[in-house]
């Protein structure tokens, strides 16, 4: 009798041979009587007779009526190794092999090399901790258990050295062997797959379900659809344990599922020692008692040909799992690991002291990790990394988290809100990405979205709403090369220090492009510098950043003035900063600071730091002790620079460089590398303010200043060496002090206070002010210039008040070095009292002289020529006015009387009623 089998499948699944044509069919019942033949009619009554009928050949079927079927003559049955057959279901009704919770197993199949089957059948009750297999095949070819129960098993099936193995619609429940690996299947060096199965309740050594070690060359393990539920591991791998081989899991989940050893515990859902391929895979509520509450793997290079090169991970769903280390999961990895189009989300490490890696942790030995396109959510770390923890330093991980990644609430209690990349590694880049409300909860806290400790690159990411102590958008701690490109830092606060970024130590840090807006902190609510490394922001816009203390847009903090040289260098080129709070820049003890191209700075606090100003606009300026000094790498190039509004100049000292200049990159030229400059910048002053204090020394040298606001000198000493100053503004020299200087150009109102002096050329065009607060000593020069080039402007002279002059004063109003020009004008104003007269003498020339009176009274003058020597005027007051009048004055360069010489004599008070006018007509004023 000559009968196909056609067998069907009541799951999807993946079938890897045709089953052949059969000579002849056994026939199996429980319940038969009488004659046994293992025909249709005269079936045999258990397994063991059918498998030792005469006529059984290759290819036969054996097929069992519904019914159960135990005892001795139902297990523990070998295969004759030149056999291929199937065990078949004949009829709709189970067919059930009961185990009587012994170990022992139902068929052994040991190297036929020819196809087998086991379709339909149920088996129940062996004993927990077997170590005989219900179903056993070694060295067999295609083989095939599909639509089979197990349950309450203690090792199901085995498949060793299987060439082609399915497993097909099947259920694996409750299967415990505490010393076994993968109770319900055990494949070792056997290729093939496990379709629309379910495990679950089952327990073992490692593999709560299933184990996975080695494949043939060139092949593989698949499985599809197979859900594991609720499996429990005693070491590693709670559901799947994959030692070696060539695997990958497709539309599969993992859900309940536990490692639970007390060391070991990795890999609550799925633990790999070897890459793998995962897609389309959920892993839900596993958890692991060391790492990887949904997944752990730890590959290893093998040389093994059957090894997949790398691991993917593709449209994973990882959520709600826990462990102590990597809740989600966790990657130790020699291979590389690529994630994308996933979602990892609410898992959670939960350890106080070392709970990494809420989401993902990956391990300092791990190669290449590269994530696309994939969020990362609402996970939570006991202690740092809430979404991501990168373990380091690492001397060969390359790690990227790239395009369309999505870091969101995620929370650490330490550190690393959304990512904490804990020390150096090869390369670690995020671009594309979105890092956005994530927390930091300690009091101390760091790294609300970024916590960088490594080299990496930061490029068009959007880092939004994250919070920490320190560091709300990024903290960046110790070493490696920092790069941030176009990225926006948005409404990242910081209880204290940096609400968009806080740079505490690093070996250098770019920022390039993008914008900090909407930041807040109490210093530093855009960006907090600490002691560190070169820092640059090229092309960066602050705005609308606000610092409850000082820095809305950046604070630079040094730890000592000394530590300047090399140590704080902030570059700030082509930047704007505006609508800030509370100061736009504040350096206190910073180090060096460079405002570079083309910045506008609406704030600036400058204390103990080093500056040097490219072509800046600053606004708002407090400075203290400004330095700029060659031997410090600070300078002024030939760009202008500007200080915009009401700033305060406190002291100290600020130097032009002029073997420096500025440049449009990083540069770090300090320490005696030179740049080529062509001529000495230009510090233009647009506020109002104080410039120095006390009786400190402002070096100034190498630097043109513009003055075109209202400043005053508050030092002793401005010195700028052989610069020039420019007023269009008003620049006001109190009592005894001094500008040294090249050239001053007076263009607007150059007031000279007693004793003050100019010691240089002043060429005057504006209005030059002179007042003396009190009566001066004789011969007092009341202010002192070195060289006067008068260019038609004018020199007013202002008396003390209220105190009057006095019979018998004598003082010089200016004292010249020497004098070339064309006319001017002196006005004096003489504040005297009605009962007080005198004449001055005033000692210049080239001047037109206007009557200014004082007290309201009226008198005559004289109008004054061209004097080459010594211009004596003589008034009579009345009234408080002047009354003057030229004398022993002549039209043309001849010898003047012995009295009316000796240069340097200046303004004397002489008694009398009258004088007398010589030489020229009286007139009224």
Same mark, same amino acid.
């Given at each position: ?11 999807l699944?993946?079938w890897f041979?045709?089953?052949p044509?059969r000579?002849n ?12 033949d ?26 069992a009526?519904p019914g ?15 056999l291929?057959?199937v065990f ?11 185990l ?6 139902f068929?052994k ?14 088996f129940?009750?062996?004993a ?6 219900v179903?056993?095949?070694?060295s ?11 349950k309450?098993?203690?090792f199901a ?6 060439q082609a193995?399915?497993?097909?619609g099947?259920t694996f ?12 299947l055990?494949?070792q060096?056997t290729?093939?797959s496990i ?11 490692k ?5 996975i070690?080695d494949?043939?060359?060139?092949s593989?393990?698949?499985l ?5 539920i609720?499996n429990?591991? &005693?070491?590693?791998g709670?559901?799947l ?6 695997v990958?899991?497709?539309s ?18 799925l633990?790999?020692?070897?890459p793998?391929?995962?897609?389309a895979?959920?892993f839900e ?6 790492e ?6 730890e590959?290893?290079p ?22 102590p280390v990597?809740?989600?999961?966790h ?17 959670f490490?939960?350890?106080e ?5 809420g ?7 791990s190669?290449?990790v ?9 996970n ?11 373990n ?12 369309g ?7 650490a209690v330490?550190?690393g809100?959304?990512?904490e ?7 670690a880049g995020?671009s594309?990405s979105?890092?956005?409300y994530n ?12 916590l ?9 990411c959007?880092l939004?709403?994250?919070?920490? &102590?320190?560091?709300g ?15 926006t830092?948005?409404?990242?606060n910081?209880t ?8 505490t ?8 492009g993008?914008?900090f807006?909407?930041?807040n902190g ?6 907090y ?6 820092v640059?922001?090229a092309?960066?816009?602050f705005?609308?950043?606000?610092a ?9 903090s040094g730890?000592?003035? &000394? ?6 260098l ?5 930047c704007d900063?505006?609508d ?8 206190a003890?910073?180090?060096e600071?460079?405002?570079?191209e083309t910045?506008t700075?609406?704030g600036?606090?400058?204390?103990d ?6 072509g800046?606009?600053v ?13 410090q790498?600070?300078f ?7 200080l915009n ?5 406190r ?13 449009t ?9 030179d740049?080529?400059?062509d ?9 109002t ?17 513009a ?6 000198l508050?030092?002793?000493l401005?010195?700028?060496g ?9 620049f ?5 002090q001094s500008?040294?200087?090249g050239t ?10 007693q ?14 002010e ?5 009566v001066?000593? &004789?011969?007092?020069?009341l ?9 038609g402007g004018?020199?007013?002279?202002y008396?003390?008040s209220?105190?009057p002059?006095?019979?018998?004063d004598?003082f ?13 004008s002196l ?8 009962d ?14 206007n009557?200014?009176h004082g ?5 005559a ?5 061209i004097?080459?020597g010594?211009?004596i005027?003589?008034a009579l ?5 002047f009354?003057?009048?030229?004398q ?9 009387d012995?009295s009316?010489q000796g240069f ?7 008694g009398g009623e009258?004088?007398?006018v010589e ?7």
């Amino acid at each position: 009798q000559h009968k196909m089998k056609l067998v069907v499948f009541f799951f999807l699944g993946i079938w890897f041979f045709s089953t052949p044509s059969r000579a002849n069919t056994i026939y199996v019942d429980a319940n038969a009587s009488g004659t046994e033949d293992g025909t249709q009619d005269h079936p045999y009554s258990n397994f063991k007779d059918a498998l030792n009928d005469p006529s059984l050949t290759s290819g036969d079927a054996i097929a069992a009526a519904p019914g159960t079927y135990s005892g001795d003559d139902n297990t523990n049955l070998e295969v004759n190794p030149s056999l291929s057959l199937v065990f078949m279901v004949n009829g709709n009704d189970e067919v059930l092999i009961d185990l009587g919770n012994k170990d022992v197993g139902f068929l052994k199949v040991t190297s036929t090399g020819l196809p087998f089957d086991v379709d339909g059948y149920t088996f129940k009750n062996q004993a927990d901790n077997s170590k005989n297999p219900v179903l056993s095949f070694d060295s067999t070819e295609a083989t095939t258990v599909s639509a089979c129960y197990f349950k309450n098993i203690g090792f199901a099936v085995s498949m060793i050295n299987v060439q082609a193995m399915t497993v097909q619609g099947s259920t694996f429940e409750h299967c415990h062997s505490k010393d076994q690996d993968g109770p319900c299947l055990f494949c070792q060096d056997t290729a093939g797959s496990i379709v629309t199965s379910h495990f679950e309740d089952s327990r073992g050594k490692k593999g709560g379900a299933i184990y996975i070690d080695d494949t043939p060359k060139g092949s593989a393990v698949k499985l599809l659809f197979v859900n594991f539920i609720g499996n429990e591991a &005693e070491k590693q791998g709670g559901g799947l344990y994959v030692a070696l081989g060539n695997v990958s899991v497709v539309s599969s989940t993992f859900t309940n599922n536990s490692a639970s050893g007390d060391d070991d515990g990795s890999g609550g859902g799925l633990y790999s020692e070897v890459p793998i391929t995962l897609t389309a895979v959920v892993f839900e509520y596993n958890t692991a008692t060391k790492e990887g509450g949904g997944i752990a793997l730890e590959s290893t290079p093998s040389s093994s040909s059957s090894q997949l090169a790398s691991s993917s991970f593709q449209s994973l769903q990882v959520n709600d799992n826990m462990a102590p280390v990597g809740g989600g999961i966790h990657i130790s990895s020699l291979s590389p690991v690529f994630i994308s189009n996933s979602k990892i989300i609410g898992n959670f490490a939960y350890d106080e002291d070392k709970g990494k890696g809420g989401g993902l942790y990956i391990d300092d030995s791990s190669d290449i990790v590269t994530i696309d396109d994939t969020t990362i959510a609402q996970n939570s770390a006991a202690e740092k990394g809430g979404g991501i923890y990168i373990n380091g330093p690492s001397s060969s991980a390359l790690i990227q988290v790239r395009s369309g990644c999505i870091i969101e609430k995620n929370t650490a209690v330490k550190s690393g809100g959304g990512v904490e990349l804990a020390g150096p590694v090869i390369y670690a880049g995020f671009s594309g990405s979105t890092i956005d409300y994530n927390i930091v909860t300690a009091d101390d806290g760091v790294g609300g979205g970024l916590l960088l400790k490594g080299s990496a690159v930061v490029s068009d990411c959007l880092l939004e709403g994250n919070v920490a &102590e320190y560091g709300g958008g990024v903290e960046i701690d110790q070493s490696g090369l920092i790069t941030f490109v176009d990225n926006t830092f948005t409404l990242n606060n910081a209880t204290k220090n940096g609400g968009g970024m806080r740079i505490t130590t690093s070996s250098g840090v770019l920022v390039k492009g993008g914008d900090f807006t909407g930041n807040n902190g109490a210093e530093g609510a855009g960006v907090y510098i600490g002691p560190s490394l070169p820092v640059e922001f090229a092309s960066v816009a602050f705005s609308d950043n606000s610092a409850s203390k000082s820095g809305g847009a950046i604070y630079l903090s040094g730890s000592s003035q &000394e530590s300047i040289a090399g140590v704080n260098l902030v570059k700030i080129r082509n930047c704007d900063l505006f609508d800030t709070f509370n100061e736009a820049i504040y350096s206190a003890n910073g180090g060096e600071l460079v405002l570079d191209e083309t910045c506008t700075v609406p704030g600036l606090h400058l204390s103990d730091s080093s500056v040097s100003l490219c072509g800046c606009s600053v606004q708002e300026a407090s400075i203290t002790n400004l330095y700029l000094d060659a031997n410090q790498g600070s300078f002024l190039t030939d760009s202008s620079i500007q200080l915009n509004g009401n700033f305060n100049w406190r002291a100290g000292e600020i130097y032009g460089v002029d073997s420096k200049t500025c440049e449009t990159g990083l540069k770090t030229g300090f320490n005696g590398t030179d740049y080529s400059i062509d001529s000495p910048p230009t510090l233009t002053i647009l506020g109002t303010g104080l410039v120095g204090t006390g009786s400190d020394t402002l070096n100034s040298r190498e630097i043109d200043w513009a003055i075109t606001s209202s400043i005053n000198l508050a030092t002793d000493l401005l010195d700028l060496g052989d610069g020039t100053i420019t007023v269009d503004g008003r620049f006001t020299l109190t009592e005894s002090q001094s500008v040294q200087c090249g050239t001053m150009y007076n263009y607007g109102t150059l007031q000279m206070e007693q004793g003050s002096v100019i010691d240089g050329t002043l060429v005057q065009k504006g209005t030059m002010e002179i007042r003396y607060s009190s009566v001066p000593d &004789e011969d007092t020069v009341l202010a002192s210039v070195g060289t006067n080039d008068i260019e038609g402007g004018k020199i007013v002279v202002y008396a003390p008040s209220p105190t009057p002059l006095s019979e018998g004063d004598s003082f010089a109003v200016l004292e010249w070095a020497h004098h070339s020009g064309t006319y001017g004008s002196l006005d004096l104003h003489s504040n005297l009292d009605d009962d007080t007269k005198g004449t001055l003498t005033y000692l210049t020339n080239a001047l037109k002289v206007n009557i200014v009176h004082g007290g309201g009274g009226t008198g005559a003058g004289a109008i004054v020529g061209i004097v080459f020597g010594v211009l004596i005027f003589l008034a009579l007051v009345t009234a408080g006015g002047f009354y003057y009048a030229r004398q022993r004055a002549r039209n043309s360069y001849g010898e003047l009387d012995e009295s009316s010489q000796g240069f340097g004599e200046g303004i004397k008070v002489l008694g009398g009623e009258s004088a007398p006018v010589e030489g020229g007509e009286q007139q009224s004023g």
